[in-house]
Structure formats: C-alpha cells, structure tokens
C-alpha cells in the first residue's frame, strides 16, 4: 500500500515552453500532497504544500506564479513550471501524507527528471 | 529553520554493520524518519521513531534516538551491496518534514 506514482519520469523540453508533471496516490486518498526540488548531490529542498481543494502554500522565496500547483482531487496533485529556463533543471520530486490515524507518514513518488535546453 | 545534520559519506565491507548519524534541533518533532533514495529514484520510507521511544528494531535495521543530545542513528546489519543508496533522516516540523544533506552509504564487496 502507500503508493505515490509521478509523471512523467523524464522529460526534456525547450526553454521558455510549460512543462506539467503529475502526482497520484495509487492506494489511498490524500488530502495534503508536498513538492519537493533536488538538485544532484543534495537534500530535498520543500518547494511547496498542496491542499486539496483550496491553495497551495509555497515557502518562502518559490515564485508561486512561476511553479503553478493544483490539487484537483484527493489522488492526484499538479505541478506546472512556467516558462522554464535552464536553472529550472532539477529533479522534481513529490509526496503524499497518508491518511490521519497513522504517523502522518509522507510517501514519495519517483521523481521527475526535467531537463530544459 | 530547524537544522538537521548528518555526514556526507560513510564507507562499509560487505557484511559489516552500518551506522549513520542524524542530529537535529527541534525537541518538540514527535516523528523522526529514515528514507533511502537509490540512484535516479525517489524517497523510501524504510523506518520511523516516535519520540517517547528509546530504540526500534526492524528486521536489520534499528534506530536509537537520544532525545536529551537530539541525536538519531540507523544501524544496518549485515550491509549488502544493495543498501548502497543515500540515506535521508527527516524531522517533522508541523506537517513540514525537515531533512538532512543525506549520507551517502558505499558497501564494497
């Protein structure tokens, strides 16, 4: 159980174009997904909390503008980066907190590899 | 910001025990966690210690957390090739986790 599947896995696009990554939660549902960004070598940096049904919360100096997130449903959590740039290459990773009566665990999905030329 | 701190690199033999250290700031987490990211892969949960508890045992793996020095530790028996990965302790900070550098586990044959 706790799945949490990303998509895509890799994806390589041209500089000033959108490029859309997805979040499900195969197994359960979840009312609280997170955004993480990482760059080779490093921590997980949180980029944003994404609540279902209402805004997400970005920390601090994350351009909400920049990096749209929505979180539509109870299984599955968006996250756009807009007119990407080549500093925004990064493996983009998200979780999703499993249910409340358990230790408030995140579940992470496999990441996405964006590569922008 | 809280901190959490661990070391960079830690190199085993095959067989050996491991042990990686975590230290962190905030006595008020309830959860402190354990994750393994293999290569080009997101985050494993592998384990988890609630506060209130001294040790846990899970199979080969067994965290102690020392909560007077804010000090945690995963220990891997008998280390396997296959644990080769980076290993992330993560406080948790309100819903937020809070993450270390990671420590970077080599197993040589």
């Known amino acids: 159980g706790a799945v949490v599947s990303q998509h895509p896995s890799r994806v390589i696009c041209k500089s000033g174009t959108s490029v859309k990554i997805e979040c499900r939660s195969l197994?359960?549902?979840?009312?609280?997904m997170f955004w993480y960004r990482q760059f080779p070598k490093q921590s997980l940096m949180l980029m944003a909390t994404?609540?279902?049904?209402?805004?997400?919360?970005?920390e601090q100096g994350v351009e909400k503008d920049k990096f749209l997130i929505n979180h539509a449903s109870l299984t599955l959590s968006t996250l756009t980066v807009t007119s990407a740039h080549p500093e925004d290459s990064s493996f983009y990773i998200c979780?999703?907190?499993?249910?409340?009566?358990?230790?408030?665990?995140?579940?992470f999905g496999p990441g996405t590899r964006l590569t922008v030329l | 910001g809280e901190d959490v701190e661990q070391s960079l690199f830690l190199s085993v033999r095959e067989g050996d025990s491991s042990v990686i250290n975590c230290t962190y700031t905030?006595?008020?987490?309830?959860?402190l966690y354990w994750y393994k990211q293999e290569p080009g892969a997101g985050l494993q949960l592998l384990t988890y210690?609630?506060?209130?508890?001294d040790m846990k045992q899970d199979q080969r793996l067994t965290v102690l957390l020392n909560k007077k020095d804010k000090h945690l530790s995963l220990r891997i028996a008998d280390t396997q090739t296959g644990d080769s990965a980076i290993y992330f302790c993560?406080?948790?900070?309100?819903?937020?986790?809070?993450f270390g550098q990671g420590t970077e586990l080599s197993v040589k044959p």
């Open positions: 993560a406080e948790r900070e309100g819903g937020k986790l809070i």
């Open positions: 210690i609630f506060s209130n508890m």
């Open positions: 979780s999703a907190r499993a249910p409340s009566g358990s230790t408030d665990t995140q579940y």
């Open positions: 197994d359960f549902q979840a009312t609280t």
């Open positions: 905030d006595s008020s987490s309830t959860y």
């Open positions: 994404s609540n279902e049904g209402s805004k997400a919360t970005y």
